[in-house]
């Protein structure tokens, strides 16, 4: 199965900052997704980010608070923008792969906003 | 877009015990459902995983049942260990490629000895 590299896997960032959180895949993948995991949650999808096109965000999410950047299909970024305490949270990236689509997720990145 | 009920919300048994979690989704296409074994501060790890051309799928003490005309999957644990303490979340997804896992809120396990 794909392995992804995550990071950063952890930081503490300023209110009103941007942090990036970037996903790099060992084989080509069609679609990347990036997921939220807030405290003591369940996991809940962001986007789906196809290469080549903008991504698609769920309801709730926009891209102006989290653009993302697909440039190749062993790669993806997240942004998270002008962040607030309420952006706390484990953000993830998953691929899925081939005909048996195995999902496979990144180690996450646990973002604190302070 | 698929939405996925996930019961009970918490679960405490005693070693030894059978445990079952119960997950319901909604959209008909669905047709792939895993589950994840979460431990604190890890990444979602995959225990299991059933298709709609299946009805059970055993791997030891675990399993899983498929009812797709109910619309519900559950998950077995027996003989529990405490190692088996953890958070479980079901998820589904349809047959269309890319499409991404909707997970259920998830189940959280106490097996005490």
């Known amino acids: 199965s794909a392995v992804i590299s995550q990071k950063p896997s952890r930081d503490i960032c300023q209110r009103g900052t941007s942090l990036t959180i970037q996903c790099q895949v060992d084989s080509q993948v069609t679609m990347m997704f990036w997921y939220r995991q807030q405290p003591g949650q369940s996991l809940t999808l962001i986007a789906t980010a196809n290469q080549g096109s903008e991504a698609t965000y769920e309801s709730g999410f926009v891209i102006d608070k989290f653009p993302i950047s697909r440039p190749n299909l062993t790669f993806s970024t997240l942004t998270v923008s002008n962040m607030s305490p309420e952006d706390s949270s484990i953000y993830l990236c998953?691929?899925?792969?081939?005909?048996?689509?195995?999902?496979?997720f990144g180690s996450g990145t646990r973002l604190t906003v302070v | 877009g698929e939405n996925v009920e996930q019961h009970p919300s918490t679960l405490s048994v005693q070693e030894g015990d059978s445990a079952v979690i119960k997950c319901t989704y909604s959209d008909s296409a669905s047709n792939y459902f895993p589950w994840y074994k979460q431990e604190l501060g890890k990444r979602p790890q995959l225990i299991i995983d059933i298709r709609s051309n299946v009805g059970e799928k055993k791997d030891q003490r675990i399993a899983v049942t498929l009812n797709k005309t109910a619309k519900h999957f559950s998950l077995h644990i027996t003989e529990t260990q405490p190692e088996d303490s953890a958070v479980y979340f079901c998820?589904?997804?349809?047959?269309?490629?890319?499409?991404?896992?909707?997970f259920g809120k998830g189940t959280t396990l106490s097996v005490s000895s």
């Open positions: 998820a589904a997804s349809s047959d269309q490629a890319g499409t991404a896992l909707i």
């Open positions: 998953s691929v899925v792969e081939g005909e048996d689509y195995g999902y496979t």
